[in-house]
């Protein structure tokens, strides 16, 4: 199970990478494991506003169906579009090509509140 360093995590098992002002949403490698093969990927639309712990998409499976949260407040600025036609790369690349989608901050709201790297494995038990 990897769980990067470099990257922050809310409790709801959602991953971001914080760069500047943008942050870069995905679901993590503990999430894509538990849900098995991913079939489909409901993305959130350009331009959303959205808010700490909304849901902005769905993942769905050969399991089951889960809702993908937004772990930071702000404006969804970009969607991994590629996922329509291959979203098993969330189960091959979770932390790469299988990345949901990019979002402006409002401001640094919810980032302070988002998990390390060991708060994130402490939940997870890895």
Known sequence: MR????????????WAAVESNRVRVGITDYAQDALGDVVFVDLPKVGTKVTVSQSIGEVESTKSVSEIYSPVSGTVVAVNDALDGSPQSINEDPYGSGWICEIELDDDSGVSSLLDADGYRAITDH
């Open 3 to 14: 769980i990067p360093d470099e990257l922050k995590y809310s409790s709801d098992h959602e």
